[in-house]
Every structure is written in C-alpha cells, then in structure tokens.
C-alpha cells in the first residue's frame, strides 16, 4: 500500500491531525472551487497520482491550507463536501455534486472549443458570418443541421482545429428535422459524427421510410 503512505504524508503535513488518517481527512472540506487546467498534466495532491485535468479544491478548516485534488479522491476518502448554504452533504448528495461539477468543467471546455475554433475561422474566412452562428449556438448549444455542414465544410477548408464531436446538432425544432432529412447524403456524412445516436437512430428510420 505505497499509495497509503503517500497519502498519510501528503495530509499530515498540512493538518493539525498527524496520526489519525480519518480525523485528518475530516478536516477538509470541498466547497466548489474547481478548475480545468485544459492539459492533463497535474498530480493530485492527496494521493499523488498523475494526469490530473479537472482539479478540486480542498480547504482545511482549521488552518485554511488549501490542496488540489482529482474528483475522486474527494469521494474516495470521503471529504466533506458542503452545498452553496454551508450545509454538509450527505455521501450520495456529494458524490451527485461532485460528478455535476465535474460534468459542468467538462461541458464548459468543449463550449469554449467550439467557440475558439468558430473565432479562428472568422480571421481566416472573410465570408464567414461568426455573429449569427454564435449568437444561435449560445442559446441552443447546438447548430441547425445547415449551420453545422457550413461549419464543418468551412473548418475543415481553412484548416482550423476542431473538434467535430464538440459540434453538437439541434433537432428541437421541426423545421431543423425537415432541414436534416433533406440534405444531400454527402452533407449529412459530413455532419455525421455531430448527431447523438438517437438522432442517428431518428435521421435512419425516415431514411427507410423513403
Ligand atoms: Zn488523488
């Protein structure tokens, strides 16, 4: 159990406990703070272990050393983790919390990939419209399927990075359906790996149908 002893190490060292592992742990607490470092490169400072992205922070409540650690180590070694009005969580509670914390850096960086990729495209492409695509992936999160095929198409000419998975389609509306079923087979190959499978599954059976 090397790891144990490097864990003992790492929070004996910042708590006023130092021999009793579990009296230590309780003197931390997780109250939200957490950060995407975008490269996963950092080692989680409880356990030590490497390529560490999305990084929690962990504050000791008596001295307010702070540690960065991986999500699971939190639920792990069961730090307290407290909601917005101070109260403690319960086991299930926190580790829900945590996985939407996690879930919300997660989201927040592939927002930020398409929108760096969508800027880059604009200094690139003089016929490249960014504010109407901005402003529609904003309040949708997604794209129209013909908003998507110009993207992808244009991205891919003016050889700006992407991520094609971070593009995500919105079939909310009908017309956006109707858009995506009329498409040309080589446009929606195009745009493929941007559908969810239940949008696949929804574009395959209108497809059979015809
Ligand atoms: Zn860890």
Redesign the pocket.
Known sequence: MKWMHRVRHNIFSVSVERNDLRKALDEWIYEGNMYDIEIAEEV?E????SNIRYQFEIINIHNKNKLL??S??INKFKISVIDKTGNKLSNEEAKKKVNQDRNKLVTDAKIRGVINSLVQLSKVDENFEIDSFIKYFKENGAFTPKQLFTLIWRLGKYKVEFKKSNFKLSLKRSNNKQQLFEMEDWKVKTIWECLSSSQKEIYNSKKRVY
Do not use: A
Not at 46 to 49: A, F, P, R, S
């Open positions: 989680c409880l356990c030590d272990h650690i991986g699971e180590c």
